[in-house]
């Protein structure tokens, strides 16, 4: 499994736009093939970060996501972002 989990940085008073425009991407990704989870949202406490969280069963997945997926251009919004894959090798409830 992979996942892929960070956030961006954008000016506030653009954030819920910019979320906003993501939904049909989200909407889009959670019903292609290998798809476990997916989720671009704003950050509950810091109006300047939108959070990024993808689970995917396999890299040929995402591979073929990523072929398909056109996602928005949003120009310069993004300011910075901190994304990053990781391989998991085992999964078990938190608590």
């Known amino acids: 499994m992979l ?3 960070g956030h961006s940085r ?4 653009r954030r819920d736009a910019l979320v906003a425009e993501f939904a049909d991407l989200v909407r889009r990704a959670r019903e292609a093939p290998g ?12 109006p300047g970060r939108i959070d990024v969280l993808e689970r995917w069963a ?3 997945d995402l591979d073929h996501w990523r072929s398909i997926a056109h996602a ?8 910075a972002t901190k994304v990053s ?5 085992a999964e078990r409830p938190p608590f």
């Open 3 to 5: 996942i892929i989990a």
């Open 10 to 13: 954008v000016a506030p008073e």
């Open 35 to 46: 798809c476990l989870d997916a989720a671009i949202t704003a950050d509950s406490v810091d």
């Open 58 to 60: 396999s890299q040929a």
């Open 72 to 79: 928005p251009d949003v120009g310069d919004a993004v300011l």
């Open 85 to 89: 894959l990781f391989e998991v090798s």
